[in-house]
């Protein structure tokens, strides 16, 4: 379900390409266990994917973190994700968080000012409430 979500209409033609012919390390497959979590259909598969694996967890939308968060689950944001590349000098922390403004994703624009003040004072990432943003 997560890779047909890449194919929407709302979704940007770079990672459309992407998504239509990934790289040789992804594998894209559906849970063994699906979960029915009241949820979108690619964050209950997201969610039952990370439980299986026992891995962490890449999730945006607030219920669905809550949701991850509640089974267990490390969960971690798009900006925190972003963070932690800035922090091991992978990315450009404000190029990176100024490209993904110019996609479909919905920012609060006080996360962004958060992570740019964190970058700026070199402030580790506060984990919040089980989770890191």
């Given at each position: 379900m997560i890779a047909q979500e890449l194919q929407g209409r709302q979704t940007p033609?770079?990672?459309k390409e992407w998504a239509?012919?990934?790289p040789l390390w992804v594998?894209?497959?559906k849970p063994a266990k699906p979960e029915s979590l009241s949820l979108?259909?690619?964050e209950e598969d997201a969610i039952a994917l990370a439980m299986e694996f026992?891995?962490?967890i890449l999730l945006d939308e607030r219920e669905a973190r809550g949701v991850a968060k509640r089974?267990?689950?490390l969960v971690i944001g798009t900006i925190g994700l972003l963070e932690v590349a800035a922090s091991r000098n992978l990315l450009n922390l404000a190029d990176a968080l100024q490209a993904l403004q110019k996609t479909n994703i919905r920012v609060h624009p006080s996360l962004i000012q958060d992570a740019l003040k964190r970058k700026i004072g070199e402030q580790p990432i506060p984990p919040r409430d089980g989770y890191i943003e």
């Open positions: 033609a770079k990672v239509s012919r990934p594998e894209v497959r979108d259909a690619g026992g891995a962490p089974k267990g689950l």
